[in-house]
């Protein structure tokens, strides 16, 4: 069982930036689908984008994308969410996800991803 740690959340004004990482031990994210979602507290968590195995194709929500670019390091086995131009409702706690894919899809259900980091804290004020 692999291990998904999240890190780089903070406090930000509207408008500026931060870039999450998300570092994976015990397996390697270039075999995976990996995620990253939101959740504030008492909804639904939300999916923000993912990349397709080997860091394939990215896809991103309608509400994050041309502000959020998800990228990777392959070789340090990371993730990474640039997140610019941020606004006030992009304020939730992020988590970095992993599934398998299933033949080439890995889609943006949470139900589906397997392996979860804890989260880290984005607030923006505007």
């Known amino acids: 069982q692999w291990q998904l740690a999240e890190s780089g959340g903070g406090s930000v004004q509207a408008g500026g930036s931060l870039i999450l990482s998300c570092s994976a031990s015990g397996d390697t994210i270039t075999s995976h689908c990996m995620g990253w979602f939101r959740q504030i507290p008492g909804t639904e968590r939300e999916w923000v984008g993912n990349?397709?195995?080997?860091?394939?194709?990215?896809y991103y929500a309608d509400s994050v994308r041309g502000r959020f670019t998800i990228s990777q390091d392959n070789a340090g086995n990371t993730v990474y969410l640039q997140m610019n131009s941020l606004k006030f409702e992009d304020t939730a706690m992020y988590y970095c996800?992993?599934?398998?894919?299933?033949?080439?899809?890995?889609?943006?259900?949470?139900?589906?991803?397997?392996?979860w980091g804890r989260g880290t804290q984005v607030t923006v004020s505007s």
């Open positions: 990349s397709n195995p080997n860091g394939g194709r990215t």
């Open positions: 996800a992993a599934r398998r894919p299933f033949g080439t899809y890995c889609g943006g259900d949470p139900g589906d991803y397997t392996d």
